[in-house]
Nanobody
Framework: QVQLTENGGGSVESGGSLSLSCVIS????????MGWFRQGLGGEREGVAI????????YYADSVKGRFTISRDKDKNTVYLEMSRLKPEDTDMYYC??????????????????WGQGTRVTVSS
C-alpha cells in the first residue's frame, strides 16, 4: 500500500504564491512518478505537474508552465509544488498522485493509481 499525505494550500489573492507538499509512505518500490492533479467542483481532473522519482524529469500542463515548479526530496520522500502568479482559475482541490506505470499522460488521471485526500487552493480576484 501507498499513502500520500498533502500539506499546504489555503487562500491567496490573485498574483500571490502558495506551496504544497506531499509525503509518500508505504511500499515505495517502483514508484516511478509523483505529482499533482487538480479538480474543480463538478469538473474533470486536470494534470498539473509530474516529476520522475528517479531522474527528476518534470512535466507541466501548459496552463501552469512558468508559474508552477515541482520538485522532490528523495531523502524525505516528499514532492513539492511551488505556485506563483496564481490566478482565480487556479482555484481547485489539488491532489497528490503517484504511479508505478513507466509511461503516463497528464490527460489521463487513470494512469495514476495512488491519490491523496486533496488540499484546497483558493485564489481570489
Amino acid at each position: 500500500q501507498v499513502q500520500l499525505t498533502e500539506n499546504g494550500g489555503g487562500s491567496v489573492e490573485s498574483g500571490g504564491s502558495l506551496s504544497l507538499s506531499c509525503v509518500i509512505s508505504g511500499d515505495l518500490d517502483r514508484i516511478y512518478y509523483m505529482g499533482w492533479f487538480r479538480q474543480g467542483l463538478g469538473g474533470e481532473r486536470e494534470g498539473v505537474a509530474i516529476i520522475g522519482t528517479t531522474h527528476g524529469t518534470t512535466y507541466y500542463a501548459d496552463s501552469v508552465k512558468g508559474r508552477f515548479t515541482i520538485s522532490r526530496d528523495k531523502d524525505k520522500n516528499t514532492v513539492y509544488l511551488e505556485m506563483s502568479r496564481l490566478k482565480p482559475e487556479d482555484t481547485d482541490m489539488y491532489y497528490c498522485v503517484a504511479t508505478r506505470k513507466i509511461g503516463f499522460r497528464l490527460e489521463r488521471p487513470s494512469d495514476f493509481g495512488y491519490w491523496g485526500q486533496g488540499t484546497r487552493v483558493t485564489v481570489s480576484s
